[in-house]
Nanobody, 122 residues
Framework: QVQLLESGGGLVQAGASLRLSCAIS????????MGWFRQAPVKEREFVAA????????NYADSLSGRFTISRDNAKNTVYLQMNSLTPEDTAVYYC???????????????WGQGTQVTVSS
């Protein structure tokens, strides 16, 4: 069983930066690939970024235009999402997830955190 706990969300102005953290605890059965997703009101949950266990391989949603960076520190059992040049369109609940496969689909991820709210004002 794996537990994921996100932190670092908040209310910021457009153009600001935030770094989200996801603390990982428990034992995995191969769900070592970590992803970040987000869900805005009345919208479907969408893929943001994912990273392999080693941290060497990462992929991002095309819509982010290089503003976000995913990273991980396995010694601290933590995954990060650095978000720069935030816009009001980035407002959403951000979720951390753990899975086995490289996929942008939420269905590919087994474990989920409870989410952290990010609100960007104009």
């Amino acid at each position: 069983q794996v537990q994921l706990l996100e932190s670092g969300g908040g209310l910021v102005q457009a153009g600001a930066s935030l770094r989200l953290s996801c603390a990982i605890s428990g034992r995995t059965s191969g769900e070592n690939r970590m992803g970040w997703f987000r869900q805005a009101p009345v919208k479907e949950r969408e893929f943001v970024a994912a990273i392999s266990w080693s941290g060497v391989s990462a992929n991002y949603a095309d819509s982010l235009s290089g503003r976000f960076t995913i990273s991980r520190d396995n010694a601290k059992n933590t995954v990060y999402l650095q978000m720069n040049s935030l816009t009001p369109e980035d407002t959403a609940v951000y979720y951390c997830a753990a899975g086995r496969y490289k996929s942008p689909s939420p269905a590919a991820y087994t474990y989920w955190g409870q989410g952290t709210q990010v609100t960007v004002s104009s």
